[in-house]
């Protein structure tokens, strides 16, 4: 089955303890991309990927960074996470022509 | 980047099309026109898109004004499934990979 999977779904921590949200996408897409959902702010883009060793900086990426070793896969690294980042996140890959993202389940983060 | 404005909300009965307008009045000639929704706090479901010509699939169908300045999703028969909130999202020309999702239409159906 097509799907973007994310681990781990829920996680509470706290500032300043560094962790990672894992990302991974069985469909070959070499597009990648993170995003937050926030309420009454939308889901808002902090970084993609547009292949392996190619990423750029989307609309929030500050507190965040990636990596795209690995074409299937797109860690969002928080290394000093702070009460802000409080957030549902989704992972999306895609493919061009037609781009048609594809969402991953979503991770919801706490930190206190 | 092009930006879109969508209503906040709209209701529609079962059975019934849904409508759902979008402006994108500075939309540049090579930038498409994409709607995904979101139901709850699931992912986003892609449902359609398209560049000047209409478009259709077994979701929708995509009715794009001539001057390309806003666009039209239709829902031909809602259900209550349908019910989530839908975002009509022009993607920016020098980039494959950057999206901006606006605030999208809470579409209720309803029995």
Redesign the interface.
């Known amino acids: 089955e097509a799907q973007v999977t994310q681990n781990p779904r829920y996680l509470i921590t706290v500032t300043g303890k560094k962790l990672t949200v894992t990302c991974s996408q069985n469909m070959n897409h070499e597009y990648m991309s993170w995003y937050r959902q926030d309420p009454g702010l939308g889901l808002r883009q902090i970084y993609y990927s547009m292949n392996v060793e190619v990423t750029d900086k989307g609309d929030v990426p500050e507190g965040y960074k990636v990596s795209r070793k690995e074409k299937r896969n797109f860690p969002l690294i928080l290394e000093s996470p702070s009460p802000n980042q409080t957030s549902l996140y989704f992972c999306a890959s895609s493919r061009p022509p037609d781009n048609e993202q594809f969402f991953g389940p979503g991770t919801r983060l706490t930190v206190l | 980047d092009a930006k879109t404005t969508q209503p906040p909300s709209m209701d529609c009965a079962e059975g019934r099309a849904a409508n759902l307008p979008c402006n994108h009045s500075t939309i540049s000639g090579n930038e498409?026109v994409?709607w995904?929704r979101?139901i709850h706090?699931?992912?986003?479901?892609?449902i359609i898109?398209g560049l000047k010509n209409n478009e259709t699939n077994e979701m929708a169908s995509l009715i794009i004004t001539e001057d390309r300045k806003s666009s039209t999703l239709i829902l031909p028969h809602a259900t209550l499934r349908d019910t989530a909130v839908y975002?009509c999202i022009v993607?920016v020309a020098d980039?494959?990979?950057?999206?901006?999702?606006?605030?999208?239409t809470q579409v209720v159906v309803t029995p």
């Open positions: 498409y994409y995904y979101q706090s699931q992912g986003p479901q892609y898109h975002y993607r980039s494959w990979g950057k999206f901006q999702f606006g605030a999208g």
